[in-house]
């Protein structure tokens, strides 16, 4: 089903609001200056071509991603919830990655070699996320893992700053019938007050008892 894009609230209908008294120079402004403002309002895409993807529904100034245990917190119930589609949603988008870039203490010139490979790098971070969620989905079928009965227990993480660009790998620590489980998040960043997810949801750990601990 394709989604719907919104201006202020109410669905976007470019023919239905341009007035056919319009001259057609003015027409053609005005729809430009719509399509962008549509653009805008969903956060850019990701991808090009077959794998494009608007976002539209995501918010990023939610104080649920502002720190990485909230952030951390609310990915743990995503894969409880196995919604890969709104995981997927909080990875950056083209829009987000260029910021990035340009926001960075990088020169001109790398500035624009990385930005000239940025849509290709986007579809790779898709397909990895894609591959490694699915990875750790089948591990935790085969360890016997009941998500709804896991429990998220604490989270660690390696925090990054570099050019200007925070990063961090983040570690889902969990338990499940009294054996502990890791999950890394790989290469999250932050932009802007929130915090997204990078190309990697990886399998750490297949377990090991509490009392391994002591």
Known sequence: MAKKHYLRGRPLALASIVSTNLKPKKMKQLLTILTTLTLLSCGGDKGTGDNAEIVSE?????????????????????IQADNYNKILDLMPDLIEYKMLV???SLSDDKKERTIEGLEKKLKGNIESLKQTYSQLKGQTEKSGIDWSKSKLDYIDYNHKKKDKLESADIYLNFSFKGVNYKIELKGCLKIGDAWLIGDKI?????GSSYYDDY
């Open 102 to 104: 340009n926001n960075s």
């Open 202 to 206: 990886n399998w750490e750990s297949s």
């Open 58 to 78: 995501f918010d990023r100034k939610t104080s649920d991603y502002e720190t990485i245990d909230e952030f951390g917190g609310q990915i743990f119930k995503l």
